[in-house]
């Protein structure tokens, strides 16, 4: 697994050799302080890429949604063409005929100096993603926050991807617990948000329709290729506050993120759901038609 260390630099720095501020570390060479804030406290942002022939998926939407978290969390601006520079070696350090993912990482840094640390890690997928056809089993679970969190209590970081992910690993352990594979969570007063990795998309009809981010959600890059894809069909693209009770009558449903793509739902909370298999093979086959 390629590793890329980062000598991260302020929005506003003067041009410069992009390429000397990126370092591949070698296997077994150390790479990280173990001060530092990101593995201590979770204290930093992160972003997950898709990379298919060498090339990273939705970078543009990717880069945004990183500078939206550093500006939640009070970070430095990243700097865009390093960031895409790096994001770029990274992705072509990869087998180009097998899929992968980029781990993104911006930390606080150490305490004290305030400088923030940034590396990449690149991963090759180790299979071919047959949930893209078999499809998903999944559970909703209560995410303990109410609709109106972002508003009340923005200081909890709705819509950042923070490090702070050890909530969403233990919600997938109990979906498996519970003998299913993932999990939708649930505002505390009854609306569906996403997955603790995904976004959830479900169809009514010729109507697709995913929750709005404004209820403290991620903005997902996935769903809105998915949207580009399905308005490009003629289907009606939807972002809505939706109740639990309506999962049960969408007439399919998917978790999408960018690497797994799209997975349809089989059975939520161990109930047959429909299953759109045209779709959902059009859906995957347009997110992996992707030229950036
Ligand atoms: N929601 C959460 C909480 C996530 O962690 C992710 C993926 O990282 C997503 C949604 C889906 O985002 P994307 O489609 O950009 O992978």
């Known amino acids: 697994m390629p590793v890329f260390m980062i000598d991260v630099l302020p929005a506003d720095a003067p041009p410069t ?123 909703t679970l209560d995410r303990g926050y109410a609709s109106d969190v972002a508003v009340r209590a923005p200081w909890l970081l709705p819509g950042a991807k923070t490090l702070s992910y050890a909530v969403n690993m233990a919600a997938l352990r109990e979906a498996r617990r519970r003998g299913a594979d993932d999990v939708i969570f649930l505002t505390s007063d009854g609306f569906v948000m996403e997955a603790p990795t995904s976004t959830v998309i479900l169809r009514f009809g010729d109507r697709i329709v995913t929750p709005r981010t404004d209820i403290g959600i991620l903005p997902g890059t996935s769903q809105l290729s998915v949207f580009a894809f399905a308005a490009a069909r003629g289907l009606h693209t939807v972002e809505a506050k939706i109740p639990v009770a309506r999962l049960a009558e969408a007439d399919a449903a998917w978790l999408v993120s960018s690497v797994r793509l799209a997975a349809p739902i089989t059975h939520l909370n161990a109930a047959a759901m429909g299953v759109d298999v045209e779709l959902t093979r059009a859906m995957n086959d347009a997110l992996l038609a992707r030229q950036a």
């Open 17 to 139: 050799d992009l390429d000397a501020t990126v370092r591949r570390v070698d296997d077994g060479v150390a790479t990280l302080d173990v001060r530092d804030l990101g593995p201590s406290r979770g204290d930093g942002i992160f972003e997950t890429i898709g990379v298919i022939g060498g090339h990273p998926q939705a970078l543009d939407a990717h880069l945004a949604r990183l500078a939206n978290s550093a500006a939640l969390l009070d970070l430095p601006v990243p700097h865009e063409a390093q960031w895409r520079r790096a994001i770029g070696r990274a992705a072509a350090s990869l087998p180009a005929d097998r899929q992968g993912g980029l781990k993104v990482v911006l930390t606080r840094g150490l305490e004290g100096p305030g400088a923030p640390t940034g590396w990449i890690v690149a991963t090759p997928a180790d299979g071919d993603f047959p949930e893209r056809e078999t499809g998903i089993r999944v559970v």
